[in-house]
């Protein structure tokens, strides 16, 4: 529609003369948040003006109309207020920031132009509303400085409450943490924003990236906020370093300043430290921990296998566990000792998954009630959920579990029964007519109730004692809109009125009086709806101030909730699996009997399992054709480490493990064509965080290093970090490659063995057996594989007489064998 050519111009462009009062109202949001999409309640609608109704009608799919003529004509659209989440929703999700200025009194009541004010403004990382929200994902939103040679990171969920802190060495160990926290927004200083290199990798992770003013990084403001907002000082919460309280301090300034709230659910700061496995970005994703890397293959993530949790709280804590293995051994026994519990106890397990069925997500509930946007079916649901743990308590009593604690709730008790009292079963979705207290919880509300419930007999009854108590049998009540109630005497009678009657109207046959009884239930009749309304919404405040004074014991509950949900699922699923539990060794040795790889066996109607056995510094370089199972048993190893120290039990018949500090993988080959880095770049970029990262207490994997360039220097590179690995990391590694030469290194090498994946030819044809078999092999089956891939027989045979030219050439072996090689190659510029 043509809007006289403003489609391009800001409202702030255009003056206030020729602006209405309300679009006055919206100028001044536009001009305090000139970066977000200002929607201005007015009435049933909220509305948006000039540049902003052109965003919300091209995202949105919106009618664009327009308002007023000549040159008060602007751009206009406008949505529902009753919808408004989906379409704030909308447009959050595209990366917008949303100011949401709403009516501030009652429109009725307003003398002049109604108040209104900004309430909140909207971003991807601070939503909380449940229909924005996926309910098994935790929403980040993530806070990055770095200060005195510290990378610092805060993030915060503030639809659950939960705010973590920690700090790193270096840049790129920090974005491996933030590949697994996966925020929705991630905040930088302005002075960090100008850096297009680390912005672009931020919205690389589906983050969406926003500046906030250095002032709010500083340490002393930072500290006052921290200080405020926790009522404690600084060094009594233990932050390890300055980059720390600088990120916590800008993240809270934040919410703050676009939540306009307190946050009161924030009750505790988390620091996360060494206490976790470290995982960098490449393993994250080579592993499939929590997403696939085929997007369409959903089921062959760890994640798919292990989650038969019952509640969102326990499928985002599923999450936190596969993402954050444990280091400390005696926290991992807590989770084994529970899981066990419940892998024996059958009964029990399926009686507490029933149990849990019926609770609901009060870890967002509470935050919902603390933010003040709770409705009064949030207020049941925590109910239901607090009248199941005196059920919970009853089945795991007198058990000893240190990792469950259900025994100090006996405050939720009351508080559930006081939700019981107030709140209706079933209660009206909003707070416009009433209808969510329970009329007996409040004498007052109950006779409102019967007011407008039995008003007629309630004048009869009036009547009936009135015509009793005067003896005047022609008194009757009526009503019109003049006298509202009154009482009607006949002329013959009228006389005999009592003296507190006071007379009002003289008809032809009758007088009309009215009293201050009849005047005061006359006021209760007509605005009873409005005192119920009002009345009820008071009550519900009331309700949510004593449902707030305990947050921190709701949170904890949640907490216990969503821990014995997990073990459940894990216990389930070992059952369901035919898991064993891992026992742990100080050796450094692998010994896993029977392995599996936990994803590939749940898609394959018959999987081979095979032991490993891995001395501490040891590494086994595996050779074989491809598809004969190489990376399927690595990343099987790889699998079961991290598993045992997340507390599950694994798939294998029995192992005992290290405690494994680090995962490395360098596992497939791919361009990273965003970055504009090659195969080779990026393989030889994760082999250098390897080199450069890995200890003796880490597991290394390496498949098919060096195959992304000449075969020369792919054997050279292969061997070189092979020898690597081994003189100076000394880590525990499965080393796969093609290059049949590597297998000389076991001649010289004292800690690396040969295996190779068993495979048996018949008939010209090769048959994969899946089996690891100790000692070396000089086939690789190339050609055999190629058949299977379905190239042309003249190729095939071709390619047959050409493999028989060429021959080893063992002379460069030797060489490399007979000289030591005294300098390493430097990798370290493709960190």
Not at 256 to 264: I, Y
Not at 590 to 615: D, G, M, T, W
Not at 693 to 708: C, F, P, Q, V, Y
């Amino acid at each position: 529609m043509d809007v006289n050519n403003k489609d391009n111009i800001s409202i702030l462009d255009i003056p206030e003369h020729n602006l209405t009062p309300g679009m006055r109202q919206y100028r001044k949001a536009k001009e305090e948040n000139p970066d977000c999409v200002i929607m201005l309640r007015m009435g049933d609608f909220f509305e948006l003006f000039y540049e902003d109704a052109i965003i919300a009608s091209r995202e949105l799919e919106i009618t664009l109309t327009a308002r007023g003529q000549g040159e008060k004509r602007a751009p206009l659209a406008g949505v529902p207020h009753h919808a408004i989440e989906g379409y704030i929703a909308k447009l959050v999700r595209k990366g917008y920031k949303v100011a949401i200025v709403e009516q501030l009194e009652d429109p009725k009541q307003a003398k002049g132009l109604v108040k209104r004010g900004l309430v909140r403004i909207v971003t991807p990382g601070t939503l909380i509303e449940q229909s924005m929200l996926s309910e098994k994902e935790n929403n980040y939103i993530l806070c990055l400085t770095c200060k005195q040679d510290q990378v610092a990171i805060t993030y915060a969920d503030i639809s659950t409450g939960e705010l973590t802190c920690t700090s790193f060495e270096n840049l790129r160990t920090a974005l491996n943490e933030i590949v697994k926290i996966k925020p929705s927004e991630c905040i930088l200083p302005q002075s960090l924003l100008v850096n297009e290199e680390l912005k672009k990798i931020i919205e690389g992770f589906g983050s969406y990236v926003n500046g906030f003013e250095d002032t709010y990084f500083k340490e002393k403001l930072a500290t006052t906020k921290i200080e405020n907002h926790f009522n404690k000082k600084i060094n009594e919460l233990e932050f390890v370093n300055v980059a720390q309280i600088s990120t916590t301090g800008a993240l809270l300034h934040y919410l703050s300043k676009t939540q306009l709230t307190a946050l009161p659910h924030i009750k505790e700061i988390k620091k996360k430290n060494t206490q976790y496995m470290l995982l960098d970005s490449a393993t994250y994703k080579n592993l499939e921990l929590i997403e696939p890397i085929d997007k369409n293959a959903k089921q062959s993530t760890l994640l798919s296998v292990l989650d038969k949790t019952k509640t969102s709280i326990g499928a985002r804590l599923l999450k936190k566990w596969i993402k954050n293995p444990l280091l400390n051994e005696f926290k991992i026994h807590d989770r084994q000792d529970s899981v066990e519990y419940f892998h024996n106890k059958i009964i029990v397990r399926e009686e507490i998954i029933q149990i849990l069925k019926n609770t609901y997500d009060i870890q967002r509930l509470i935050s919902r009630i603390n933010y003040g946007n709770s409705k009064p079916k949030d207020l049941v649901a925590l109910k239901l959920t607090l009248f199941q743990i005196p059920f919970i308590q009853s089945k795991l009593k007198n058990i000893k579990l240190r990792l469950l604690n259900f025994n100090e709730y006996e405050e939720l008790f009351n508080l559930s029964n006081l939700i019981q009292k107030a709140i209706l079963d079933e209660p009206a979705n909003g707070f416009n007519e009433g209808g969510y207290i329970n009329p007996k919880y409040n004498e007052e509300l109950n006779q409102l109730h019967n007011i407008t419930k039995n008003s007629k007999e309630i004048l009869s009854q009036i009547e009936a004692k009135e015509k009793e108590r005067t003896g005047l049998t022609s008194l009757k009540i009526g009503y019109n809109r003049v006298f509202g109630y009154y009482i009607e005497i006949s002329k013959k009678q009228a006389a005999n009125a009592p003296q507190e009657y006071t007379r009002k109207q003289t008809l032809a046959n009758a007088e009309r009086f009215i009293t201050n009884e009849l005047k005061e239930l006359e006021n209760k009749i007509l605005n009873a709806k409005e005192k119920i309304i009002k009345l009820e919404k008071e009550i519900y405040q009331e309700i949510t101030e004593k449902i707030i004074e305990h947050t921190s014991l709701i949170q904890k509950a949640a907490d216990q909730i969503a821990k014995l949900d997990v073990v459940c699922s894990l216990a389930n699923v070992a059952s369901s699996n035919n898991y064993a539990m891992p026992q742990f060794n100080k050796k450094g040795i692998i010994e896993i009997k029977l392995a599996r790889h936990p994803v590939v066996e749940n898609n394959l109607k018959q999987f081979i399992s095979n032991s490993i056995h891995l001395n501490n510094q040891e590494m086994i370089i595996i050779t074989g054709p491809n598809m004969a199972g190489k990376s399927t048993i690595m990343r099987q190893v790889a699998l079961i480490c991290l598993m045992a120290q997340i507390g599950s039990f694994i798939p294998a018949t029995n192992a005992t493990l290290p405690i494994i500090d680090k995962i490395f993988t360098r596992v497939g080959a791919y361009d990273d064509l965003n970055s504009g880095r090659s195969t080779f770049m990026v393989e030889m970029s994760e082999t250098a965080n390897i080199l450069n990262n890995a200890t003796e207490k880490s597991l290394i994997i390496m498949d098919e290093i060096g195959r992304g360039t000449s075969t020369f220097d792919g054997v050279s590179i292969a061997w070189s970090v092979a020898e690597y690995i081994h003189n100076t990391i000394k880590a525990k590694t499965m080393f796969a490659t093609h290059y049949h030469v590597l297998n000389k290194l076991s001649e010289n090498l004292e800690r690396i063995k040969n295996f190779n994946i068993a495979v048996k030819e018949e008939k010209g044809d090769v048959i994969f057996l899946r089996k690891l078999i100790e000692g070396s092999t000089d086939k690789s089956y190339g050609i055999h594989v190629a058949k299977l891939a379905g190239l042309p027989q003249e190729t095939i045979d071709r390619a047959l007489e050409i493999q028989k030219i060429f021959t080893q050439d063992d002379e460069m072996v030797n060489r490399i064998k007979a000289k030591k090689i005294e300098n390493q190659m430097d990798l370290s510029k493709f960190n």
